[in-house]
Nanobody, 128 residues
């Protein structure tokens, strides 16, 4: 089973940008659809974006559409979240997650129960 380690979080001013990375171990990375979730203080974990095994198909939550972009590099066994025009409400811990098999419909990809492996999270703080 793949193991995930996130990095790239930090403190940024509103309007700024960050790029999160998620490094996967193991030789079966291309067997997994991948996603990013986030969990703000006192909130439930919420879906941010998902990407299929080849990287061609992606989903983004409405709250980040046009500002965030998920991508992956299968040669590097990594998935990324490029975040632009950051807002204070984006402040959260961001988690990388892996789902065995192909990308499913967005309803399925939004559910935390869909994923078999999670990283430890990387914190993002956006100051106003």
């Amino acid at each position: 089973q793949v193991q995930l380690v996130e990095s790239g979080g930090g403190l940024v001013q509103a309007g700024g940008s960050l790029r999160l990375s998620c490094a996967a171990s193991g030789r079966t990375f291309t067997s997994y659809a991948m996603a990013w979730f986030r969990q703000g203080p006192g909130k439930e974990r919420e879906f941010v974006a998902a990407i299929g095994r080849t990287g061609v198909t992606t989903f983004h939550a409405d709250s980040v559409k046009g500002r965030f972009t998920i991508s992956r590099d299968n040669a590097e066994a990594a998935v990324y979240l490029t975040m632009n025009i950051l807002k204070p409400e984006d402040t959260s811990i961001y988690y990388c997650a892996a789902k065995w098999g192909p990308l499913k419909d967005i309803g399925t990809m939004r559910k935390t129960s869909t994923y078999v492996t999670w990283g430890q999270g990387t914190p993002v703080t956006v100051s106003s």
